[in-house]
């Protein structure tokens, strides 16, 4: 049960998975309404030169959309636009029932979305992230603040996205231990493998196609590098085993040195490389690590192609489990901090009664 009230966004970050993100809730609100009982809407947008505000959560997007696509800043948006805007000043003069993090992740220290993160939380939001970045360096703090204010934090986006990781984990497996994770985690290198495999091209040219496709990461050496796979796992490790793991604490090996002679010599053996990453949830500390391997062809990750990602749990009662699909792409993210939205939306409906105050009825 919700109270009816309109629950209202503060998006930070108008990139491919922003903007799939402002566009999925949009196209959907009737849905979402009919469905669920739950009206999403949109209170700011915020990127690098400033913002769109409503704080009555009205936002149009759909106008907002089409004219960002014609190539116009956010910003300079007729009546709603607020030119350098930031967004640790959106978070803290904007109020939302969810701060959404869609910036780009740094591995050098989270920030500044570490910051918008617990500013949010502070402010009295729950928390949607598709940013990896805070979670990898400060995840027990951003916890530890959240739970002090009784605010939720989705990071089902964060964690591979469109395909399900954590919740398969902590709610399909509950009361099994799990013995070891095994994953292809990063689309773009898996697209980037398949291409090499299937056509013999060189990794730069299978990660331009990624780029065009908006899989890749602001910064793409966070993929072919194994970092993208790495924070995921990490995130996984630090949610799922209480870890701890910061990305100090993992072995991480990329794809660049793969040469398309690697790939034909493994083709030729009847084996197809993947960069793979691990927990050993069993050993202490937790270990994580990533990196490419040759499979057999039977093995259950070897027949994952394109930018479709899997992941595989060992455990001690139900055996087995893999779950394969979840492609990356911008609307995957979106399609997972919508997710993560409902949920908290319909499974934690009383903690908006105190944070909602500038939600309209609709
Ligand atoms: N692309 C994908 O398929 C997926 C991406 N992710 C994660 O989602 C996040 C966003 O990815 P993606 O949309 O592809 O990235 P993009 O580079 O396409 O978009 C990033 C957006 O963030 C804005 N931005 C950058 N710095 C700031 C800042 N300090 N304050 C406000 N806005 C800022 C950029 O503005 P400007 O354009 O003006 O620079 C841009 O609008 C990343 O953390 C990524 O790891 C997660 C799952 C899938
Ligand atoms: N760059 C990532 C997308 C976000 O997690 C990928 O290629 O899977």
């Known amino acids: 049960m919700t109270d009816g009230r309109q629950r209202n966004l503060l998006l930070l970050g108008f990139g491919n998975v922003g903007r799939a993100f402002a566009r ?17 809407g949109f209170c700011g947008i915020v990127d690098v030169g400033g913002a769109v505000v409503d704080p009555a959560g009205n936002l149009p997007v759909a106008d907002i959309l089409r004219h960002v696509e014609a190539g116009r800043a956010p910003e300079d948006f007729p009546g709603f636009g607020r030119p350098g805007l930031s967004a640790p000043e959106a978070v803290r003069s904007v109020p939302a029932d969810f701060l959404v993090e869609a910036t780009p992740t740094s591995l050098r220290d989270g920030e500044p979305a570490r ?34 204010r009784g605010r939720m934090v989705g990071l089902s986006a964060a964690t591979a996205a469109a395909l399900p990781t954590l919740d398969v984990a902590e709610l399909c497996l509950a009361g099994s231990r799990i013995l070891s994770v095994e994953g292809i985690l990063n689309g773009t290198t898996n697209y980037i493998l398949t291409r090499m495999h299937q056509t013999g091209c060189r990794y730069e040219e299978g990660l331009r196609e990624a780029q065009r496709l908006g899989i890749a990461e602001t910064n793409p050496s966070l993929d072919v590098e194994g970092w993208d796979t790495a924070n995921k796992l990490i995130l996984m490790a630090n ?12 072995a991480v090996e990329g794809i660049t040195a793969i040469t398309p002679d690697r790939i034909g010599r493994a ?82 409906a009383k903690s908006f009664s105190r944070s909602s105050k500038a939600s309209s009825s609709r």
């Open 115 to 148: 910051t918008h993160v617990l500013d949010g939380l502070r402010a009295g939001c729950h928390v949607l992230s598709a940013n990896k970045g805070p979670f990898i360096w400060d995840y027990e703090g951003i916890m530890e603040a959240a739970r002090e």
């Open 267 to 348: 083709r030729e053996a009847g084996r197809v490389v993947k960069l793979i990453g691990r927990i050993d949830p069993g050993s202490d500390p937790v270990r994580v690590t990533v990196g490419p391997e040759e499979l057999p062809l039977d093995h259950p990750l070897a027949a994952v192609n394109g930018s479709e990602k899997a992941v595989s749990f060992e455990t001690d009662s139900m055996g087995r489990i893999t779950v394969s699909g979840g492609h990356s792409s911008p609307v995957g993210a979106a399609a997972a901090l919508l997710k993560d939205a409902l949920r908290i939306s319909l499974y934690h």
């Open 239 to 250: 949610r799922v085993f209480q870890a701890g793991l910061t990305p100090r604490d993992v």
């Open 24 to 40: 999925l809730v949009t196209e959907k609100r009737d849905e979402l309404a009919g469905r669920y009982g739950v009206s999403f």
